[in-house]
């Protein structure tokens, strides 16, 4: 049976360490939005135990577990291991300095779209991966199918929109903002999608929802191999910023352009 790997990325605000380092970045870095630093952004409340529960029994095609984190580990892992619900081999820990190895200058960081732009470099990565945040949870038994089909095309879930409207409501905004004393704007979701698709050239974006994410590895690496130039400008903010792209809307927009499958 064909196997994939599952990526979580998680993290623990309130974990005294990582709470200084980000009010370090705080003070050195001011984020251009003012919603990409509440302290709700980094909270852990035990989502990521229900998130693995779930992939576990819902998902056995699922080779290994990955999570993502900054010198970190999430409580009650052991409890699958002791249970005998699944080996130590298939839930491994990666830290920020494995997918960041070369580009350690842009660490710490406190910026999703940065670290999802560095997902495709977890050593012994499957070439197609499931990407799910913390919160992310299956409620049903799962087929691969749902998300890679037998002839490796990845099934993508969204609609589509024009790249556009999203842009000039951006800069509408923008303008507005610059006349109030509080220079940071509210980060826009819709916004960074559709900076991906206008990267590429492209009129329309698929806007995806909060939800698992089929993704491969080869896209990113064929794409940032050419374009490293870009790779360093994204995880050059340490917050989430507007001037950033969605790197899961850049893959989509890639792997749309082969015509592959999109739900």
Known sequence: ????????????????AHRAKRLQAMQNSKPLSWNASMETRFGDTGEIYFCIASILKYAPFIRKIFIVTDAQAPEGIEYFFKNNICGPEKIQIIDHTEIFDGFSDYLPTFNSLSIETMLWRIPNLSDEFIYFNDDFFLMSESQIEDFVLPD????????FRSVWPSLFRAVKKHVINSFKDNKTSKFSHSLVQANAAYRLGKKHFLSSGHAPHALRKSTFLEYFSENFDVLTKQIEYKFRSRKQFNPIALANTIELSKKLTCR
């Open 1 to 16: 049976m064909r196997k994939i790997d599952a990526v979580i990325t998680w993290v623990d605000g309130s974990d005294p």
């Open 152 to 159: 490796k095309n990845l099934v993508l879930y969204g609609e």
